[in-house]
C-alpha cells in the first residue's frame, strides 16, 4: 500500500519545507506522545513541523488502515461522505479509491494546518475548520467516517450522534491497541442496540466471543518512503499498521462466515486460521485434500472474510 502520489508530493513538500533536523525532531515528540497516549504533540513544535511530521509519519499509515477498512464497503452505494476529525483527509482519499459515484465530501477538522493540507488534497471537498464535539448534529451524509478522531475526543452520545447523520454506513477505526479495540466494542454495543446492521469485520450481531486481555485488530503494510526510513530508523521496507474497526449500516447484508482474526499459519499440506465465528473463535484447519478450500486459505490473509465473499 503506497500513498496516491499527489499525496506523497505533498508530504515531500512540506517536509522539505521545514528541513530534516526539525522533522526529525518533531517526528520523535510525535512518536513518544502516541506511546504515552497523548493525542497531539504540540509541546515546542512549530506547526509547520507538526504537521509534517504528520503527513511522513502518520498519514501513511492512517491512509493503508482505512483504504483496507473501506474495501469491505466496496459493493455500498456511497455518494457523499463525512470525514470526521479529518486531520489531512487520509480517509477521505482512501474512499476516493473505492467510490466511484463519490460526489460530496466534507471534513470536519479543528487543526487549520491540518485542514490546510486537506484543502490542498481534496480541492472539491468541503472543509469545516471546527471543533465536532460542539456540534449538535452532524450533516447527513451516505458514509460517515472516524478515523483515529474518537479516541481523541469522548463526549457523551458521540457515536450516537455520528450514526444519525449516516444515510448508508458508519465506520469508526481506532488504533489497534486494546485501548482502541475497547473504544471500538463499546461503539459497537452501542449501534447494535440502536438497530445499526453490521457490515464489518464481525461475522455476527452478537456478543463479541473475545475476552481481555485479547483484542480485535488488523493490520495494513504500508510501504515506507526512503524519507519514513530515515524519520523512523530501521531497515525494513514497510511498516504494519495495527487498527480496530467496526462499520454498521443501515440494511442487512450477507456477512462473512467468519474473519480471520490473526496471521495465517502455513504448514506442509495444511493451513490454519484463526477466525471469528458466529459460534465464537474457532481454529479452522484447512487441509489440502480440501482441493478449493485450501487454494482460497492460500490466499486468504490476516483481515480476510473465509471463504471470501
Ligand atoms: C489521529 S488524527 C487522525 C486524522 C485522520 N482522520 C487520519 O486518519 O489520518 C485525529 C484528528 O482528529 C482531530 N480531532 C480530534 N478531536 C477533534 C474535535 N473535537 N473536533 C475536530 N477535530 C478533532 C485532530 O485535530 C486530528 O487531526
Given at each position: 500500500m503506497q500513498l496516491p502520489e499527489c499525496v506523497r508530493n505533498a508530504v515531500d513538500e512540506r517536509a522539505a519545507a521545514v528541513g530534516f533536523p526539525q522533522l526529525r525532531r518533531a517526528a520523535q515528540a510525535m512518536s513518544t506522545a502516541y506511546r504515552q497516549d497523548h493525542a497531539a504533540p504540540t509541546a515546542g513544535l512549530l506547526p509547520a513541523e507538526r504537521v509534517a511530521a504528520y503527513l511522513a509519519t502518520r498519514m501513511p499509515a492512517t491512509y493503508a488502515a482505512a483504504h483496507a477498512v473501506l474495501r469491505e464497503l466496496e459493493d455500498c452505494s456511497i455518494t457523499s461522505l463525512l470525514d470526521v476529525g479529518a486531520g489531512a483527509g487520509a480517509a477521505s482519499l482512501a474512499a476516493q479509491s473505492w467510490f466511484p459515484m463519490l460526489e460530496a465530501i466534507t471534513l470536519i477538522e479543528r487543526d487549520s494546518e491540518l485542514a490546510g493540507v486537506a484543502r490542498?488534497?481534496?480541492?472539491?471537498?468541503?472543509?469545516?475548520?471546527e471543533n465536532f464535539l460542539r456540534l449538535a448534529q452532524?450533516?447527513?451524509?451516505d458514509l460517515v467516517i472516524a478515523a483515529y478522531s474518537?479516541?481523541?475526543?469522548?463526549?457523551?452520545?458521540?457515536?450516537?450522534?455520528?450514526?444519525?447523520?449516516?444515510?448508508?454506513?458508519l465506520v469508526i477505526i481506532e488504533p489497534?491497541?486494546?485501548?482502541?479495540?475497547?473504544?471500538?466494542?463499546?461503539?459497537?454495543?452501542?449501534?447494535l442496540a440502536a438497530g445499526a446492521y453490521m457490515l464489518a469485520p464481525c461475522p455476527a450481531a452478537t456478543p463479541c466471543p473475545l475476552d481481555d486481555p485479547d483484542w480485535c485488530h488488523f493490520a495494513a503494510r504500508v510501504e515506507r518512503t526512503s524519507l519514513h526510513r530515515r524519520l523512523k530508523g530501521g531497515e525494513l521496507s514497510y511498516e504494519d499498521e495495527k487498527f480496530s474497526y467496526i462499520a454498521v449500516g443501515r440494511q442487512p447484508r450477507h456477512l462473512a462466515l467468519s474473519r480471520i482474526i490473526r496471521r495465517p499459519r502455513h504448514q506442509p499440506g495444511l493451513i490454519t486460521l484463526e477466525?471469528?465465528?458466529?459460534?465464537?473463535?474457532?481454529?479452522?484447519?484447512?487441509?489440502?485434500?480440501?482441493r478449493e478450500r485450501f487454494r482460497a486459505a492460500r490466499r486468504a490473509a490476516w483481515g480476510d472474510a473465509f471463504p471470501p465473499l
Open positions: 490542498d488534497l481534496l480541492p472539491k471537498a468541503q472543509i469545516r475548520v452532524f450533516p447527513p451524509h474518537l479516541g481523541e475526543s469522548r463526549a457523551p452520545a458521540l457515536v450516537e450522534r455520528l450514526w444519525r447523520s449516516a444515510g448508508v454506513a489497534g491497541t486494546p485501548r482502541g479495540f475497547a473504544l471500538v466494542r463499546e461503539a459497537r454495543d452501542s449501534l477466525a471469528c465465528t458466529p459460534r465464537g473463535i474457532e481454529s479452522l484447519r484447512v487441509s489440502k485434500r480440501d
